[in-house]
T-cell receptor
Framework: AQSVTQPDIHITVSEGASLELRCNYS??????LFWYVQSPGQGLQLLLK??????LVQGIKGFEAEFKRSQSSFNLRKPSVHWSDAAEYFC???????????FGTGTRLLVSP | EAGVAQSPRYKIIEKRQSVAFWCNPI?????LYWYQQILGQGPKLLIQ????????DSQLPKDRFSAERLKGVDSTLKIQPAKLEDSAVYLC???????????FGEGSRLTVL
């Protein structure tokens, strides 16, 4: 079945430390992959997307993600976390027909002082 | 550019009552989505429209949920009768055709008592 998995439910990072959120996908071909962020009481905002080409993708707010076909992964990274990054992060998958964006279960990021 | 508009933002009803949510997508966006997000979970696609036609409604509980997209623009999602497990945030999103990027509204939070 086509799906994305986010193995970490919660992650706590100290402000200024680096961050990596994990995402694994299951699909027979190269999917379209996305990271969205949801702040409390807000809708979802697209951080970055991968369709093809360069496997290291730059997004907004200093985030980046790397597509690794051999590991079926699309992990999100940020070199230095700010308190305002505390939010829920969702990895999402879409097949190459641009149908049906499927979300993972999310990872809640907590930022400690 | 105006974003995706949703109303109402909050609704509290008793079980077996009915409720309707409205969504106005970004102008010119052909694809419209309704997602259900239960607390602590990732958004789940309920229905996807392409213009005024249904692309995917495989996860819409059709015995109680219905949705329409009038003239290929705004959309209404209705629940009748509501159950306790329908308590969730209902997110509307729109997308230009075949880009994979969804723009989300702030959601409508439903509480069923």
């Amino acid at each position: 079945a086509q799906s994305v998995t986010q193995p970490d439910i919660h992650i706590t990072v100290s402000e200024g430390a680096s961050l990596e959120l994990r995402c694994n996908y299951s699909y027979g071909a190269t999917p379209y992959l996305f990271w969205y962020v949801q702040s409390p009481g807000q809708g979802l905002q697209l951080l970055l997307k991968y369709f093809s080409g360069d496997t290291l993708v730059q997004g907004i707010k200093g985030f980046e993600a790397e597509f690794k076909r051999s590991q079926s992964s699309f992990n999100l990274r940020k070199p230095s976390v700010h308190w305002s990054d505390a939010a829920e992060y969702f990895c999402a998958f879409m097949n190459t027909g641009f149908q049906k964006l499927v979300f993972g279960t999310g990872t809640r990021l907590l930022v400690s002082p | 550019e105006a974003g995706v508009a949703q109303s109402p933002r909050y609704k509290i009803i008793e079980k077996r009552q009915s409720v309707a949510f409205w969504c106005n997508p970004i102008s010119g966006h052909a694809t419209l989505y309704w997602y259900q997000q239960i607390l602590g979970q990732g958004p789940k696609l309920l229905i996807q429209f392409q213009n005024n036609g249904v692309v995917d409604d495989s996860q819409l509980p059709k015995d109680r949920f219905s949705a329409e997209r009038l003239k290929g623009v705004d959309s209404t999602l209705k629940i009748q009768p509501a159950k306790l497990e329908d308590s969730a945030v209902y997110l509307c999103a729109s997308s230009p055709s075949r880009t994979g990027e969804l723009f989300f509204g702030e959601g409508s939070r439903l509480t069923v008592l």
